[in-house]
């Protein structure tokens, strides 16, 4: 079964570009057997799960539209990792951050069964 695992900074200061790392085990991002759709999910405090963007096991982005000016989601094949990039960040983009796989292409966030624990991300100066 496939595992993840975030990390990165926990503070980010206004303006500033949010990175975050998912580490994967279990199973390579490069699968082409049952590939997985690579994703990252956050949640603000006091909402609901925002889908913003997947990496597919062949490379391919796609991003929330809502997002899509600011965000980067890039694969390190030869780590098994992919890698969060949020620029011009502002408090509104707090929120805990997960990674999460699925089977399938989805913007639905409640549908990725594979889900790290997340970690917190705070924007403050």
């Known amino acids: 079964q496939v595992q993840l695992q975030e990390s990165g900074p926990g503070l980010v200061k206004p303006s500033q570009t949010l990175s975050l790392t998912c580490t994967v085990s279990?199973?390579?991002?490069?699968?082409?057997?049952?590939?997985?759709?690579w994703a990252w999910i956050r949640q603000p405090p006091g909402k609901g799960l925002e889908w913003m963007g997947t990496?597919?096991?062949?490379?391919?982005?796609y991003y929330s539209p809502s997002l899509e000016s600011r965000i980067s989601i890039f694969r390190d094949t030869s780590k098994n990792q992919f890698t969060l990039y949020l620029e011009s960040v502002t408090p509104e983009d707090t929120a805990v951050y997960y990674c999460a796989a699925l089977w399938f292409y989805s913007t639905s966030p409640n549908e990725y069964h594979f889900r790290g624990r997340g970690t917190q991300v705070t924007v403050s100066s």
């Open positions: 279990g199973d390579s991002i490069t699968v082409t057997t049952n590939p997985y759709h």
């Open positions: 990496i597919s096991s062949t490379g391919r982005q």
